[in-house]
């Protein structure tokens, strides 16, 4: 079993700033790539931004430069740190991971979910 756990979520004003924790436990062989989504109320889940275990990194147009997502392979963990933060960030926030299992399957998993609410 892999369960991924977020955490950092909560209520911050207009230009604040946030940090989302997501680690990673259970039956891991390695991880490849790991990512951040989002869903706002009555919008489809979107890619934020994501990361390879060498590194690379991918964002969406719309929080380059705001946001910068980091990992640290040895805890299994990645991180979102949010800055400049808008009322249209405010979502429902998901990480994903790309997990190796054993026999070397490769399985997404996604963690429950953290609420980010950005007041103006």
């Known amino acids: 079993q892999v369960q991924l756990v977020e955490s950092g979520g909560g209520l911050v004003q207009a230009g604040g700033s946030l940090r989302l924790s997501c680690a990673a436990s259970?039956?891991?062989?390695?991880?490849?790539?790991m990512g951040w989504y989002r869903q706002a109320p009555g919008k489809q889940r979107e890619f934020l931004a994501s990361?390879?275990?060498?590194?690379?990194?991918s964002y969406t147009v719309s929080v380059k430069g705001r946001f910068t997502i980091s990992r640290d392979n040895a805890k299994n963990t990645v991180y979102l740190q949010m800055n400049s933060l808008k009322p249209e960030d405010t979502a429902v926030y998901y990480c994903n991971a790309d997990v190796v299992l054993a026999g070397g399957t490769v399985y997404p998993y996604w963690g429950q979910g953290t609420q980010v609410t950005v007041s103006s």
């Open positions: 990361i390879t275990s060498g590194g690379s990194v």
């Open positions: 259970g039956s891991i062989f390695s991880i490849n790539a």
